[in-house]
């Protein structure tokens, strides 16, 4: 078990993100707080267009997001398609905290908003989304581009002193997206999964390759059966190359787990996946090793 909290994050932004996980932690001592405050400054991070009401939009021009929280107990909550709230991620923990449910959707997602108190902000375009929408208008093709359109969603996850863990994943999913389109990060097992007895896994990339392989899940049952993260991201990128053999070169995925010991994986489909890790001293971006 660590000596204190251990937070790992998709990309860049992991780095901020992870400093006010571990700032949460050293208030609170939940680890659930942690993951959901961590990912909460990116969704307010105005320079990242993949997460938060300032994402890209669908092609019709609107921007709904997608998140889910979970802990190691099984506990967990999620929405997706959801429009006009600024935290999802908060939102999918009163859904975890406050429902019977694991899931809402769309509208459901936002009266239940509304009558959690959450503020409805107005739905518009920030200035960088609208600018690419527009570029993007004018030719209107839908190809995803790897590293560039798919990149960005903000998976954490994290384990405290006593090893329970915890986890959170929130985007607004794929630029230019259909609309009512869904992606892994709020799919519990695909964008996220957590189990204290085994360990914690979550993705990031082109969210149709992930929900296919069940991409979360599948990593922590093969730590459960032994395997190192590690060994485990790797085993589950080798899947979904194998279930996406068609159109591979255009797609990019990766994953990253921590098991119940505290050790540390990543692996993605192409070069470019990249994780922060932080604990209560350091907090460093480490390049993710790929297939290709
Ligand atoms: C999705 N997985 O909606 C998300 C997109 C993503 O980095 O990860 N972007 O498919």
Redesign the pocket.
């Known amino acids: 078990k660590a000596d204190g909290p251990l937070i790992l994050s998709t990309w860049n932004h992991g780095l901020p993100a992870n400093v006010a996980a571990i700032e949460k932690f050293k208030q609170t001592g939940s680890i659930l707080d942690a993951v959901e405050t961590g990912v909460k400054d990116t969704e307010l991070d105005m320079d990242n267009l993949?997460v938060g009401l300032q994402g890209l939009p669908d092609r019709e021009g609107i921007t709904t997001l997608?998140a889910s929280i979970m802990t190691g107990d099984g506990s967990c909550g999620s929405v997706a398609f959801v429009r006009q709230i600024k935290h999802p991620i908060t939102l999918a923990r009163a859904v975890m905290e406050k429902t019977p449910h694991v899931m809402l959707a769309g509208e459901g997602a936002r009266q239940f908003a509304i009558a959690e108190g959450f503020p409805l902000e107005k739905e518009e375009l920030s200035p960088k989304a609208q600018e690419a929408y527009d570029e993007w208008k004018k030719t209107s093709k839908y190809k995803p581009v790897i590293n560039i359109e798919?990149?960005?969603?903000i998976g954490m996850i994290g384990m405290d002193d006593k090893g329970k863990l915890a986890g959170s994943c929130t985007?607004s999913?794929?630029a230019y997206k259909m609309h009512g389109r869904v992606?892994?990060?709020p799919i519990i097992g695909a964008?996220l999964y957590v189990d204290d007895e085994a360990g914690a896994a979550t993705?990031?990339?082109?969210?149709?390759s992930?929900i296919r392989i069940c991409g979360s899940f599948l990593i922590v049952e093969l730590m459960r059966q032994g395997r190192s993260p590690q060994e485990a991201c790797e085993e589950a990128v080798r899947r979904l190359i194998s279930k996406n053999r068609k159109n591979i070169a255009d797609i990019q995925a990766g994953f990253l787990a921590i098991n119940k010991d505290g050790e540390v994986g990543a692996f993605a489909v192409h070069p470019g996946f990249n994780f922060a890790k932080a604990n209560l001293t350091s907090n460093e971006l480490i390049d993710s090793k790929s297939h290709f």
């Open positions: 993949s997608d798919n990149h960005d969603t985007t999913g794929l992606g892994d990060s964008g993705a990031t990339g082109l969210g149709e992930i």
